[in-house]
């Protein structure tokens, strides 16, 4: 069975082809960085037009890199949400064309969901109950993966995403965007404990964290050392800002695998690719006894073979869309 994805729900006009739920045949993504790089962050319309013009040069393109017709596809995936409104109806509306022409079955894929699952591709079946860590730009959450499947809240942010607090700071210090990666990069060079800056909730007892304190926490002492006239070694900030985030996704993630009985940890979402996050996810496991589970890093910033990959177990499970499919923005991921 093959399974084309379309992912349109923010700034990558991505497709991805897969096949028997867990062999990638391709993955094509279309990035838009450079368009909203002067803007310093996503600008919805742009997003939304952009995806219009690039969705099916990048589909043409999946099926070519796969080596696949149309006519060999067997149902068409598509991400209905969470996400940017007119940027999902983009893909939303394409999907049903394509569903519609070529008579095939339509998969609605939530993307959150679509995070977790791309880890099939590479590590095989995924064998729940499980723990996952979704950490994106606009999610950052701890859930457990019932062995029925479903998906249910453990605990996770108040306030900011982690992507959002990377993307903030970096912002602040006169980084690019997006500010993940360039945080990342600028990090390697500093000293993670130059600054102590704060681990909010770090004992509250539940799996919740909160990042904005961190956020104002940071700006506050630039702000301090400019005013005393220090200029601020940014590595140095970069590192410590990152390693703040990092302790606090692992000591309740952690957690909440222990407290749960979970032995599996999948780790998903763009900020699964911060190279720190990986390093000490991985100690934190190693040393539980928890078998972590991370997608290569193009798996984990947002693509297309995800939606192939969550829309191929929807249609083994005979769970398919009908032509009204809704997009709904703030689509959860559990429940
Ligand atoms: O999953 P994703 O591609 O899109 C959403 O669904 O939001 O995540 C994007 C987020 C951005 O905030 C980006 O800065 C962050 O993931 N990110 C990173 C890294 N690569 C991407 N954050 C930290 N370190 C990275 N290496
Ligand atoms: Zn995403």
Known sequence: MIVLGIETSCD?????????????????????????????????????????????????HALVEAGVRLSDVDAIAVTHGPGLIGALLVGVSAAKGLALAHDLPLLGVNHLRAHVE?????????????????????????????????FRQLGGTIDDAAGEAFDKIARFIGLGY???????????????????????????GDYDVSLSGLKTAVIRELRRLEAAGIEPDLADVAASFQEAIVDVQVDKTLAAARDQALET?????????????????????????????????????DNGAMVAASGANLLAAGTTASLDLAVDPSLPLAG
């Open 118 to 150: 791309v880890a099939q591709l590479e590590h095989g079946e995924l064998e729940p109950p499980l723990a996952a860590l979704v950490v994106s730009g606009g999610h950052t959450s701890i859930v457990a993966m019932d062995a029925d499947g479903r």
């Open 12 to 60: 990558e006009t991505a497709v991805g082809i897969v096949e028997d739920r867990l062999t990638l045949r391709s993955n094509v993504i279309a990035s838009q960085i450079e368009l909203h790089a002067p803007y310093g962050g996503v600008v919805p319309e742009v997003a939304a037009r952009a995806h219009l013009e690039q969705l099916l040069p990048t589909i043409d």
């Open 265 to 301: 940890l999948v780790m998903a979402g763009g900020v699964a690719a911060n190279s720190r996050l990986r390093e000490a996810m991985g100690d934190a496991c190693e040393r539980a006894g928890v078998r972590l589970l991370i997608p290569s890093i193009p798996l984990c910033t």
């Open 178 to 204: 997006p500010g993940g990666p360039e945080i990342d990069r600028l990090a390697r060079d500093g000293d993670p404990t130059a600054f102590r800056f704060p681990r909010a909730m770090a004992g509250s």
